[in-house]
């Protein structure tokens, strides 16, 4: 089957630097998304990858391994509102997004 | 330019019942897609629409449905509902259709079944 994990849930400094891991077993890969939801809100795209290395973008830069099948969400200069649940999803060989569960970060002051 | 917008936001209904709940993607956008968002297990993809054509479908059962018209918006319906159906319901469309677009989704729809 096709599965995505990454933590449940992580807590964080405000001021520091979070990693958020994704790993995925799909069949087929066309590519992984990073959305980012605050409670009670919809997704909002923070990035994709399609390649393997590192795109930064402000304080988010997200990795790709395709070999590894990981990637991961790196959040610098950590605000108070970085609060919220960070999804994975990774387009499969049908171009179907597949989801991950979502990893909720907590920052504390 | 308006946001994916989605109606109506609340529904609450009893086992049995069908629902019709409906997403108007932003303005040239042709693709809709829904899912299922449920604590725990994320998102689940329903079904996606691209110039009224299903053009891709999750494994959901055939209670679930959906449908696009010609103006790009769409609904999805769900026929006798079941207690497990409890969830938010969000609507993401995307300008070019292309299967790597970014998605731009709905507040959604949180339906509570009793």
């Known amino acids: 089957g096709q599965n995505i994990d990454q933590p449940t849930e992580m807590t964080a400094t405000e001021g520091a630097i979070v990693q958020i891991n994704c790993t995925y077993q799909?069949?087929?890969?066309?590519?992984l998304f990073w959305y980012q939801q605050h409670a009670g809100e919809a997704p909002t795209f923070l990035s994709y990858?399609?390649l393997d290395g590192l795109e930064e973008k402000g304080r988010f830069s997200s990795f790709l391994s395709r070999s590894k099948g990981y990637s991961y969400l790196l959040l610098k200069e950590l605000q108070m509102k970085d609060s919220a649940s960070y999804l994975c999803a990774v387009l499969d060989s049908n171009y179907q997004l597949i989801w991950g569960a979502g990893t909720k970060l907590i920052i504390k002051p | 330019k308006a946001g994916v917008t989605q109606t109506p936001r609340y529904l609450i209904k009893t086992r049995g019942q069908q629902v019709t709940l409906s997403c108007s993607p932003i303005?040239?956008?042709?693709?809709v897609s829904w899912y299922q968002q449920t604590p725990g297990q994320g998102l689940q993809f329903l079904f996606e629409?691209?110039?009224?054509?299903?053009?891709n479908k999750g494994n959901f059962p055939g209670r679930f449905s959906g449908r696009q018209f010609s103006n790009s918006r769409s609904e999805m319906n769900v026929s006798t509902l079941e207690l497990g159906d409890s969830a938010l319901y969000l609507c993401?469309?995307?300008?070019?259709?292309?299967?790597?677009?970014?998605?731009?989704f709905g507040p959604g729809t949180r339906l509570t079944v009793l």
């Open positions: 629409y691209f110039s009224e054509t299903q053009r």
């Open positions: 799909t069949s087929g890969f066309n590519g």
């Open positions: 990858n399609v």
């Open positions: 993401a469309s995307s300008p070019r259709g292309q299967r790597w677009d970014t998605q731009y």
């Open positions: 303005s040239g956008h042709r693709s």
